[in-house]
Every structure is written in structure tokens, then in C-alpha cells.
Nanobody, 122 residues
Framework: QVQLVESGGGLVQAGGSLRLSCAASGRTFSRHAMGWFRQAPGKEREFVAGISWGGGSKLYADSVKGRSTISRDNAKNTVYLQMDSLKPEDTAVYYC???????????????WGQGTQVTVSS
């Protein structure tokens, strides 16, 4: 069982930066791939970024590629999402997720956090 708690969301102006954090409980954190999804009002939840259990493999959605960096610290049971050059269209609730085996871009993940709101003003 893995429990996830996100933090770091907030209100930022366009062009600004935010770093989201996701703290995980459970001794098996390092065995799980980790990911970030987001969901804007009236839209489906979409994949943002994912990282393999060892951190050696990362995957990004085209919409954030080049502007975002996912990383993890297995010693701290924490995964991060650094977001730069934020745009109003990045506004959404951001969710942390964990799953066994590999990163996938569908919502087929085993564990989810409660989400953190990111709002980017123009």
C-alpha cells in the first residue's frame, strides 16, 4: 500500500515557476514508477510526466516537454515536478500517482494522491 500527499501548488503568473512535491508512505516506494497527471475543469485527466522506479527513465507529455522536469529522491520517498515557463493552460489540479512496473500514459495507475491546485494567471 502506498499513500501519496501532494504539495507545492498555488497561484503564479504566466512565465513563472512552481515545484510540486509528492510525499509517499510505504516501504515499497522505490519499487514503484511515479507520475504526475492533471485535470482541468471539464476535461479528462491527462498524463504530464512519469519516472521509473530507479529514476533512469523519464517520460513527458508534449505539452510540458522542455518546460518541466520530474525527479525523485528514494531516500526521502518523494517525487518532484519542477514546472517552468508556466502558461494559463497549465491551470489544473495536479495529481501524483504510483504504479508497479513501468510508466504508462493512461490513468491505469495503482495509487493516487488527493491533488494540488495550480493556477496560472495571464
Amino acid at each position: 500500500q502506498v499513500q501519496l500527499v501532494e504539495s507545492g501548488g498555488g497561484l503564479v503568473q504566466a512565465g513563472g515557476s512552481l515545484r510540486l512535491s509528492c510525499a509517499a508512505s510505504g516501504r515499497t516506494f522505490s519499487r514503484h514508477a511515479m507520475g504526475w497527471f492533471r485535470q482541468a475543469p471539464g476535461k479528462e485527466r491527462e498524463f504530464v510526466a512519469g519516472i521509473s522506479w530507479g529514476g533512469g527513465s523519464k517520460l513527458y507529455a508534449d505539452s510540458v516537454k522542455g518546460r518541466s522536469t520530474i525527479s525523485r529522491d528514494n531516500a526521502k520517498n518523494t517525487v518532484y515536478l519542477q514546472m517552468d515557463s508556466l502558461k494559463p493552460e497549465d491551470t489544473a489540479v495536479y495529481y501524483c500517482a504510483a504504479r508497479s512496473f513501468v510508466v504508462v500514459t493512461t490513468p491505469a495507475w495503482d495509487y493516487w494522491g488527493q491533488g494540488t491546485q495550480v493556477t496560472v494567471s495571464s
